[in-house]
């Protein structure tokens, strides 16, 4: 079968988003989304959206589902309520422009959960992907952090270092995940819930971590792997799909989502 051009997707996904039909592609299915960096200055680069790219994102997702915070969808799945078109923003590193984006957010009065690498906030240091593209990293200062928080938002650690969880062990293992959550508590002053694992494939979190993620107080483990949620959904294993300009329109990105459709998706 004959895969659609990207025009055509995103054609096809406005006819079945506009109709109403897509509705029943999204009975009893949630979704939970990731966005990484929002900046007009790297159009080509695959974790990052261009600021406008990101408004429309969110009219879409204001117009076509319903946007709740991840804690609010833990108690939805935890209770057997209702999840049919719902859909988590979340937002993976620390980049300074994400406080930016919470500033549109709230305008809009949409939820988010932040995943900070703690060891990258308030700091100059380059992260790899970004040193390989001959970009700058700039991540924000732990009084962004904490104004997030004074939103309203929900945080929550993306380790210390960006680590690879499934190749680390013992007191590393330990110090990235029990130590960057210990210290972005302290700094918010609040026992965070929620974990988000890098690069987010399964093989990047051994079975003895994501114990140690369990053990170390937090209500759900997520992983940049795409997907959906469903009732039946571990909260310990709960799939994220990545969002950037790699998406011609969000018509073609919600095409894309539709469960016929789907291919895995993993980003850092």
Known sequence: MRIPTRGAR??????????????AFWTERAIVVIFHRI???YPRDPITCSFEKFR????????YFIVVSLGELLDRLRSGRD????????????YRDNARCALELKRRGLPACFFVTTGFIGSSRNAWWDSLRSIHSEWMS???????????FELGPHTATHANLGAVSGADAVAEIVGAKELLDNKLGVETQHFGFPFGRPEHLSDENRQLVRSAGFRSCLSACGGTVTSGSDLFDLRRV???DAFGSPYQWGFEMLPSNREEQCSS
């Open 10 to 23: 995103a054609i096809l996904g406005a006819l079945i988003y506009r109709s109403g039909l897509y509705r």
């Open 39 to 41: 900046d007009d200055r």
């Open 56 to 63: 429309t994102y969110c009219d879409f997702f204001q117009r």
């Open 83 to 94: 999840i049919s078109r719902h859909l988590v923003i979340t937002f993976d590193d620390g």
């Open 142 to 152: 732990w009084d962004d952090v904490r104004a997030l928080h004074a939103l309203g």
């Open 242 to 244: 990545g969002i950037s």
